[in-house]
């Protein structure tokens, strides 16, 4: 397996502040994109603004992104981009800003882009230099090449075929700080989902697998966080950002599998979180695995068994209640993927599905 992680990683304190001169290296002017205002809230555009205007770079700052950001949006940013003459790009928040700078510094590079060569598979996959600073613990977009956007015209989510991998990731602790218990909830299901699903993606190996235990082993430190049952420190903000970076290292290798695939039609239909759209798809998606993987991943992860597994769930993610027709709606489009019921280490056809997807 050719093992794809052209990303620099620095997972440290101050991370932003320590690297402002490799930061500014990537050239004379950035465009910044964010959300609306967590960015800003946790204090890491302050810190990349306060390295660039001490570096002597220019900016300009797109804060428009939504949460599942759409074709739409990034269209938006891409033609602020143009009109600053930008060179390189930052992205800053959690997985929509992150996938969204990727999906603008790929259009950024064509000298007449259009929305459609987002989909375009025949274009290179080339792009102006990507910065990422995340601020949740979740997607583990700041080292991988995917992102995914919202196509209204097809209602649902959908990653562009092209791979555009930042630089460098700036991970810091420091900026989970500012986000609400919910949030980290959220987004930490989202890295325990992608760690899973890749553990029994059939694209999976030694060295994958290697990755995804150990940021199970780090996740499970902060179970307790997550849970409500004591307040975190420090030392667990960074665990969490360090478990999604492991999580998102293995699905750069492996992509994601059903969980992900069901919960985008609920995210889109319901407006439920990414996390918790997966996350609730995760007990019954073990229970397919071999009894060898699910006791292996679920040991990783600090679970006795697939109840304990089931009952933290719940607490979790309480009184979540898809209606009938949104379930079909998500089983209806995944069964219809080939590639996705053949992407698992266990076998899959729609009977499975309807079991995962507790129809």
Same mark, same amino acid.
């Given at each position: 397996?050719?093992?794809?992680?052209?990303?620099?990683?620095?997972?440290?304190?101050?991370?932003?502040?320590?690297?402002?001169?490799?930061?500014?290296?990537?050239?004379?002017?950035?465009?910044?994109?964010?959300?609306?205002?967590? %960015?800003?809230?946790?204090?890491?555009?302050?810190?990349?603004?306060?390295?660039?205007?001490?570096?002597?770079?220019?900016?300009?700052?797109?804060?428009?992104?939504?949460?599942?950001?759409?074709?739409?949006?990034?269209?938006?940013?891409?033609?602020?981009?143009?009109?600053?003459?930008?060179?390189?790009?930052?992205?800053?928040?959690?997985?929509?800003?992150?996938?969204?700078?990727?999906? %603008?510094?790929?259009?950024?590079?064509?000298?007449?882009?259009?929305?459609?060569?987002?989909?375009?598979?025949?274009?290179?996959?080339?792009?102006?230099?990507?910065?990422?600073?995340?601020?949740?613990?979740?997607?583990?977009?700041?080292?991988?090449?995917?992102?995914?956007?919202?196509?209204?015209?097809?209602?649902?989510? $959908?990653? $562009?075929?092209?791979?555009?991998?930042?630089?460098?990731?700036?991970?810091?602790?420091?900026?989970?700080?500012?986000?609400?218990?919910?949030?980290?909830?959220?987004?930490?299901?989202?890295?325990?989902?992608?760690?899973?699903?890749?553990?029994?993606?059939?694209?999976?190996?030694?060295?994958?697998?290697?990755?995804?235990?150990?940021?199970?082993?780090?996740?499970?430190?902060?179970?307790? $966080?997550?849970?409500?049952?004591?307040?975190?420190?420090?030392?667990?903000?960074?665990?969490?950002?360090?478990?999604?970076?492991?999580?998102?290292?293995? $699905?750069?290798?492996?992509?994601?599998?059903?969980?992900?695939?069901?919960?985008?039609?609920?995210?889109?239909?319901?407006?439920?979180?990414?996390?918790?759209?997966?996350?609730?798809?995760?007990?019954?998606?073990?229970?397919?695995?071999?009894?060898?993987?699910?006791?292996?991943?679920?040991?990783?992860?600090?679970?006795?068994?697939?109840?304990?597994?089931?009952?933290?769930?719940?607490?979790?993610?309480?009184?979540?209640?898809?209606?009938?027709?949104?379930?079909?709606?998500?089983?209806?489009?995944?069964? %219809?993927?080939?590639?996705?019921?053949?992407?698992?280490?266990?076998?899959?056809?729609?009977?499975?599905?309807?079991?995962? %997807?507790?129809?």
């Amino acid at each position: 397996m050719t093992y794809y992680m052209p990303v620099k990683v620095y997972d440290e304190a101050e991370a932003v502040k320590n690297h402002g001169a490799e930061i500014a290296s990537f050239g004379k002017k950035a465009l910044i994109i964010t959300g609306r205002a967590s %960015a800003a809230k946790s204090g890491a555009l302050q810190d990349v603004t306060d390295v660039l205007e001490k570096k002597g770079r220019a900016y300009c700052i797109f804060n428009e992104v939504e949460e599942n950001p759409s074709v739409e949006t990034i269209m938006k940013a891409v033609r602020k981009g143009k009109d600053e003459y930008v060179d390189f790009v930052i992205g800053i928040g959690g997985g929509s800003p992150l996938d969204a700078a990727k999906a %603008a510094a790929f259009l950024l590079k064509l000298e007449d882009p259009k929305a459609a060569d987002l989909y375009d598979n025949l274009l290179p996959s080339d792009a102006l230099p990507v910065i990422a600073v995340p601020t949740t613990c979740g997607t583990g977009s700041e080292v991988t090449g995917v992102s995914v956007l919202t196509v209204h015209t097809k209602r649902t989510k $959908i990653s $562009i075929p092209h791979r555009i991998f930042p630089k460098i990731a700036l991970i810091d602790g420091k900026y989970l700080k500012s986000a609400s218990h919910r949030m980290i909830v959220n987004t930490a299901a989202d890295a325990l989902a992608h760690m899973i699903e890749s553990y029994e993606s059939k694209k999976a190996d030694d060295y994958s697998r290697a990755v995804v235990l150990e940021g199970l082993k780090i996740w499970s430190r902060s179970k307790d $966080i997550l849970a409500g049952e004591k307040e975190p420190s420090d030392e667990d903000y960074a665990n969490l950002m360090r478990a999604s970076t492991f999580a998102g290292i293995a $699905i750069a290798q492996t992509g994601t599998s059903l969980p992900h695939a069901l919960s985008y039609i609920l995210t889109y239909d319901l407006k439920m979180p990414h996390g918790m759209a997966c996350g609730i798809f995760l007990p019954s998606y073990l229970k397919e695995a071999s009894e060898e993987d699910r006791k292996t991943i679920l040991n990783a992860a600090g679970f006795k068994n697939i109840r304990e597994f089931e009952k933290y769930i719940k607490i979790l993610f309480p009184d979540v209640n898809v209606p009938a027709e949104t379930m079909q709606r998500a089983y209806d489009i995944v069964s %219809a993927n080939k590639v996705r019921l053949k992407g698992c280490r266990f076998a899959v056809d729609k009977e499975v599905l309807k079991r995962i %997807a507790g129809l």
